[in-house]
């Protein structure tokens, strides 16, 4: 695996950067905040390469809890300490958590009007590109070696075709990706 | 109303630690709570509360922020939403810190690229289910599919695609 060349990743983000960059990733975060972090942190602002995020992205898939939620905790830590933990969780959840209540309060007056309907699918399904495509390009950029390959396929499948409960994939497959990238790096 | 929040937060703080994959994998489980033991919302005020947690930007921990308001207003809001990040958060705090610790040992660089093909397995997957649960014609599938291409090949901004989505979405129900 290499790093995507095209990325230079900066190191000590300031607590005002790390705040206002997790705004905007959670005001954007239409349909899976991932695309949206990705978006902001390697390609706009350039605080990780494309193989730094999706190593951080791993680790908050595993543990509990939402895997942005779990990036931003990591990311502010090593960046500003506890205090830059509490910029980055308070800054992905404030516009969220704002709109959220306001679209409580106005939902049954819009709920009705067709186009409202139609312009929120169209956006999801839009969103669900973004997820794709996304996952298209950190694939591309950071060119996992065949095995790596063999066992995203694995889980690819067993998620998103055979739609098999996410618990159980995991426990299989990180103990087997664990093992198989052990054995890959003895060779 | 302290017995409620009390509730709440109990309710949400044990579910965070269980909470592999996010708030959708949770989502049987905190139905239950909410609607059959609880009696905190109705099925229909629950599958509502969920249409409009999806429709909101950012992650989707506000599904049960929101169930939070519903219950209890703003203090219900809060009360929800710190029960469940508050125990994950502390989790991924310490094991970023034995993470970056450790980031030189050898064990720790195998753990770390073994996760990777894992996440981009799983964002492809979501990708997916979530074009089977929202495109349900020709033209969803379509906006899908040209906002992969998009995102793929250029470095725009996605929220370009985001609106022309909704744009073409609208407008297809005009055409048809």
Redesign the interface.
């Known amino acids: 695996m290499q790093h995507d060349p095209s990325a230079t990743p900066r190191r000590n983000i300031s607590k005002a950067e790390l705040f206002f960059g997790f705004l905007k990733i959670g005001l954007l975060g239409f349909g899976g905040v991932a695309p949206w972090a990705r978006h902001i942190i390697v390609e706009e602002r350039r605080w990780l390469s494309d193989r730094e995020f999706a190593e951080i992205l791993g680790i908050g898939q595993v543990l509990p809890g939402p895997n942005t939620i779990n990036a931003a905790v990591i990311i502010g830590d090593r960046n500003q300490g506890i205090v830059g933990v509490l910029l980055c969780l308070l800054g992905q959840m404030a516009m969220p958590l704002v709109i959220v209540t306001l679209l409580a309060v106005v939902y049954d007056r819009v709920a009705a009007i067709p186009e409202v309907g139609a312009a929120l699918i169209g956006a999801a399904a839009a969103s669900a590109g973004l997820v794709l495509g996304t996952a298209l390009k950190m694939i591309r950029n950071i060119r996992p070696t065949p095995l790596s390959y063999a066992i995203g396929a694995a889980g690819f499948a067993a998620i998103g075709l055979l739609r098999w409960p996410l618990v159980p994939v995991v426990l299989v497959l990180v103990p087997t990706a664990i093992a198989a990238t052990w054995w890959e790096r003895r060779k | 109303m302290t017995g409620v929040l009390a509730e709440l937060a109990r309710t949400f703080a044990l579910l965070?630690?269980?909470?592999?994959?996010?708030?959708n994998?949770l989502l049987p489980e905190i139905h239950r709570q909410v609607v059959d033991i609880h009696g905190w919302m109705s099925d229909a005020a629950f599958a509502?509360?969920f249409a409009?947690?999806?429709?909101?930007?950012?992650?989707?921990?506000?599904f049960v922020?929101?169930i939070g308001?519903?219950v209890a207003g703003l203090s219900g809001?809060l009360v929800a939403?710190f029960a469940l990040?508050i125990?994950?958060?502390v989790?991924?705090?310490f094991?970023?810190?034995v993470?970056?610790r450790w980031s030189h040992h050898?064990a720790v660089?195998?753990?770390?690229?073994?996760?990777?093909?894992?996440?981009?397995?799983?964002?492809?997957?979501?990708?997916?289910?979530?074009?089977r649960t929202?495109?349900?014609d020709v033209?969803?599938?379509l906006?899908?599919?040209?906002?992969?291409?998009?995102?793929?090949t250029t470095?725009r901004?996605?929220?370009w695609?985001?609106?022309?989505?909704?744009?073409?979405?609208?407008a297809?129900?005009h055409f048809s």
């Open positions: 965070s630690l269980v909470s592999i994959g996010g708030v994998a509502t509360a409009i947690a999806n429709a909101s930007p950012g992650p989707n921990v506000i922020s929101l308001w519903q809001l939403t990040l125990p994950s958060s989790l991924a705090y094991a970023g810190r993470l970056t050898p660089g195998v753990l770390r690229d073994a996760l990777i093909p894992v996440a981009l397995g799983m964002m492809l997957a979501s990708g997916v289910s979530m074009m929202v495109d349900r033209v969803t599938v906006i899908s599919l040209a906002t992969t291409v998009f995102v793929y470095r901004n996605p929220l695609a985001l609106g022309s989505g909704a744009i073409a979405n609208v297809a129900l």
